[in-house]
């Protein structure tokens, strides 16, 4: 396959108060060097099915790094074909989550057109159709300015090119939603799908370890809130298709839970009083927190 094209990019993110650099011309790296590193990457995750919890007691915790010469160039060219597959990043991910999909004729079944997405972070269902611009997006699970910032920044474009388009880090989502989620953590975002959080953090989880990037302390609390109420959730591996929200009934509330057993299998456990869902009558101490 011809090689990537060459970049020379200067980076435009303003430096912080007490931030130093700037940011340096961004060459693309070859095809081989990118696949070693996902290569890499792969041979280091943890083994898919491995306890979240364990996995998250692995990584390092640490202050957030400046977000000093961070620029989406650093991370290599949008959507490369990494695996090599004659398909580029996005179709190859869009192709794995929807369901029912058509392709452009001539194309090989690359490029999507059309399918439908039972969507992990609004537990809605999104009809796609290429073009549209305002459905589906594909979600880099641990954003690219929060790995610039627990460890990427230390990085050769080549391993950064395999984080942006590693199938592990990917999932299609409602556009809307990901453009709530920007570059934030898990302290700072959830999914509204309160039966997904289990599954996104410990893919979070999975993606970090894989990369050998750290957790901050807040981020770190917060994986370890929502893992509390499904201490047995596994780590995913890069090519099983995302798991889906469970369905609500219709004309139930999507945050209403009868009893904190179906608090804790929506991984919403433990309440805090003024959380959707709260219930005076699963707070038996009176302390503020039902279902710990």
């Not at 280091?44 to 990584?59: I, K, R, W, Y």
Request: aromatic share 6%; proline share 8%.
């Amino acid at each position: 396959m011809a090689a990537l094209a060459v970049l020379a990019v200067l980076g435009t993110a303003a430096c912080e108060p007490g931030q130093l650099g700037s940011v340096t011309p961004v060459a693309a790296p070859s095809t081989d060097a990118v696949s070693e590193a996902a290569e890499q990457a792969g041979a280091d995750a943890a083994p898919a099915g491995q306890s979240a919890v364990d996995v998250l007691a692995t990584l390092a915790v640490k202050g957030r790094a400046p977000k000093t010469g961070y620029d989406r160039d650093q991370f290599g060219p949008a959507w490369s074909d990494v695996d090599r597959n004659g398909c580029d990043t996005r179709n190859d991910v869009l192709a794995r989550d929807l369901t029912g999909e058509t392709f452009k004729p001539g194309t090989h079944d690359c490029v999507v057109v059309r399918g439908t997405l039972a969507d992990p972070y609004t537990a809605t269902t999104i009809e796609f159709v290429k073009g549209d611009g305002s459905s589906v997006d594909i979600d880099h699970v641990v954003a690219l300015s929060d790995a610039w910032q627990t460890g990427a920044f230390r990085w050769d474009t080549a391993r950064r090119t395999a984080l942006a388009n590693d199938p592990l880090n990917l999932l299609a989502g409602d556009y809307s939603a990901n453009r709530q989620k920007g570059d934030g953590d898990a302290a700072t975002w959830l999914p509204d799908a309160r039966g997904y959080r289990c599954a996104y953090v410990a893919r979070q989880v999975a993606v970090k370890s894989a990369y050998g990037l750290w957790v901050t302390p807040a981020e770190h609390d917060a994986i370890a809130r929502v893992l509390d109420g499904c201490p047995g959730e596994p780590v995913p591996s890069s090519t099983a298709p995302q798991p889906q929200a469970p369905d609500v009934p219709a004309g139930t509330p999507p945050q209403a839970y009868a009893d904190c057993a179906a608090v804790r299998a929506a991984g919403a456990a433990p309440l805090h009083r003024g959380d959707p869902g709260w219930s005076d009558g699963m707070d038996g101490d009176g302390d503020g927190v039902a279902c710990e």
